[in-house]
């Protein structure tokens, strides 16, 4: 099964929903031309994303 995965903004938050399936999501910030990997969801739930 696939790993499924939405984004929902509400006043300025935004709330990251993972259906993990058995994978993972991963979070990634652009530092310059670089990627840097800031967070991995392996389980299902609604993760707080402070991004910025």
Same mark, same amino acid.
């Given at each position: 099964?696939? *790993?499924?995965?939405?984004?929902?903004r509400?006043m300025?938050?935004t709330?990251?929903?993972?259906?993990?399936?058995?994978?993972?999501? *991963?979070?990634?910030?652009?530092?310059?031309?670089?990627?840097?990997? *800031?967070? *991995?969801?392996?389980?299902?739930?609604?993760?707080?994303?402070?991004?910025?």
């Amino acid at each position: 099964m696939a *790993t499924k995965q939405s984004i929902q903004r509400y006043m300025g938050q935004t709330m990251l929903i993972v259906k993990a399936n058995g994978g993972s999501v *991963t979070v990634e910030k652009q530092a310059g031309e670089s990627w840097v990997v *800031t967070d *991995t969801f392996t389980a299902d739930g609604g993760y707080l994303l402070q991004l910025g």
